[in-house]
């Protein structure tokens, strides 16, 4: 069974530093600021207190509490 891939549904990940786990198998998880579907094979931003998923790094910097120019 491919972890990353339950009939394309949405997974649920337990995020740690550095790497994050897999609770229930799925093909993607949702940004929690842009809402944008992301595959779990492309997950690279999440916060570890939050316990949430980012699309990209911009969406992380929002996640994270930060501004433009601060």
């Given amino acids: 069974m491919?972890?990353?891939d339950s009939a394309g549904g949405e997974a649920i990940l337990d995020y740690d530093d550095g790497e994050f786990h897999i609770v229930k198998p799925g093909a993607y998880v949702v940004c929690a600021v842009t809402k944008a579907?992301?595959?779990v094979k492309s997950l690279r931003y999440w916060n570890v207190?939050?316990?949430e998923p980012y699309a990209?790094?911009?969406a992380a910097m929002v996640g994270f509490g930060y501004r433009d120019g601060e």
């Fill in 2 to 4: 491919n972890p990353f």
């Fill in 56 to 58: 990209n790094a911009a």
């Fill in 49 to 51: 207190d939050k316990q």
């Fill in 37 to 39: 579907r992301v595959p």
